[in-house]
């Protein structure tokens, strides 16, 4: 049955049922574009887990080489074609902690959702088919090679992390996906790919009803033990403080990231999030005296952002930027960190910084497709999105300067810099 979550003061609602095991949740928006996505809570970050009482390796990248066999068809056709005939545009990606399948349509939207659950719901792999697809996955790899921003990110997570399989490339390297097989394939579908591990949001001018009724045709009751993620111990420190490389940069590029400590799923993530944005923003962001500072004095340019991220049971945060002394930058960073430990901001501040924090997070309603997404990187840790604003208007100060104090530390940072190869 379907039940009805609004947050009044957004004037926002969304409708959610259970199916089969599989949570559906449905945004009505008054929009020409219809919206859909189904995550399923598997990633590049989920290498190893046990099941059927085995400990089950995976290599890096598998999940990636997965989503990208889903939209085989028996027939040897691809279901990107189907979506096209359709008048749909269909995509797919893996993050760290999942991997979603999304279409976006004006019309036929209830045929291209059939067909959306016949990419995750129907696996076809076989020696040829897979090993097609390895050369392509290669291809891939080593344009984000030589992509500065792509390798300056993992470069980074690479310097902060020791043993989580954040630090790896989604797409994995050549090495690793030359290990995978279909039928390591047909097994990580067997184990994720169920519906009590998979949610589905669809946001636009759609019955939500009709959502309901399609998923219950389309999609069963799992019959799988469900798998135990098994997460290699992390410890809290810093593997180096400094990574480097040079690759075709007209202007050194920069990345700085702050390990944080992960927070646990539903109200206490939501709140470590609200929490953590306003401390970078009032710390970091383009408002704030230190970016104000480093702009004026030629450290900075306008190509700098900053933002806090917890994924896969991982937190950081990060700051990118270009400029000619990335390394006097980093020194200003961390002696910012230090010199505001015990005063940390000001109330006004404060309090600026949590209304650009609360206008930032409105901007998730402007369309269906930042809708769904922002939905949906909430839940599989039990969170909410319609609830979150509500944490970041409550954040008090005392207890934002208490999380700073205790996981800002500059010792727990790093520095990854792509230098010019004329340089």
């Known amino acids: 049955m379907l039940k009805l979550y609004e947050n009044t003061a957004l004037e926002e609602k969304y409708y959610k049922c259970n199916v089969n095991g599989l949570d559906v949740y449905v945004i009505p928006k008054q929009m020409s574009t219809v919206y859909a996505s189904i995550a399923v809570n598997f990633g590049s970050s989920d290498t190893q887990f046990a099941v059927d009482g085995k400990n089950v390796s995976l290599p890096a990248g598998t999940a990636h ?36 399948y999304l279409f976006s349509c004006t019309e036929n939207f209830e045929e291209c959702l059939r067909l959306l659950f016949g990419v995750v719901t129907k696996p076809v792999f076989s020696d040829a088919s897979v090993e097609k697809e390895r050369p392509i996955i290669t291809q891939e790899i080593r344009m984000y090679m030589d992509d500065p921003y792509w390798k300056m990110h993992f470069a980074l997570l690479d310097a902060l992390y020791y043993n989580d399989p954040i630090r790896t490339d989604p797409a994995g390297t050549e090495e690793t996906i030359a290990e995978i097989t279909p039928e390591l394939l047909y097994d990580c579908h067997r184990s994720f790919y169920t519906a009590e591990n998979m949610a589905l949001c669809v946001c636009g001018d759609v019955d939500p009803q009709r959502v309901a009724d399609i998923a219950a045709e389309c999609i069963k009751p799992s019959v799988t033990e469900k798998p135990l993620r098994l997460r290699p111990t992390e410890p809290v420190e810093i593997r180096t403080s400094r990574a480097e490389n040079v690759l075709d940069v007209a202007t050194p590029l920069f990345a700085v990231g702050i390990k944080c400590i992960p927070p646990q799923s539903g109200d206490e993530l939501m709140r470590a999030e609200a929490e953590n944005e306003i401390i970078v923003q009032a710390i970091f962001g383009k ?81 269906t497709e930042d809708t769904a997404n922002a939905f949906l990187g909430f839940v599989f840790e039990g969170g909410d999105l319609l609830r979150y604003t509500d944490f970041l208007r ?30």
């Open 287 to 367: 408002s704030g005296s230190f970016y104000n500072k480093c702009y004026e004095s030629g450290l900075l340019g306008d190509r700098y952002s900053c933002g806090y991220s917890n994924e896969a049971g991982t937190a950081l945060v990060m700051l990118y930027g270009s400029g000619n002394d990335p390394d006097r930058v980093y020194e200003l960073i961390k002696e910012e960190l230090d010199s505001r430990r015990d005063s940390f901001c000001t109330v006004e501040e404060f309090e600026r910084a949590k209304k650009v924090c609360y206008s930032s997070a409105l901007e998730a309603y402007n369309g």
């Open 65 to 100: 080489y997965l989503e990208h066999k889903m939209f085989d068809n028996p027939d040897g056709t691809d279901a990107f074609e189907q979506f096209s005939l359709l008048g749909a545009n269909v995509n797919a990606y893996t993050a760290s902690a999942k991997t979603c």
């Open 394 to 423: 409550g954040a008090d100060y005392d207890s934002v300067k208490a999380r700073f104090a205790a996981q800002y530390r500059s010792d727990r940072s790093a520095i990854s810099v792509i230098y010019s190869k004329e340089a």
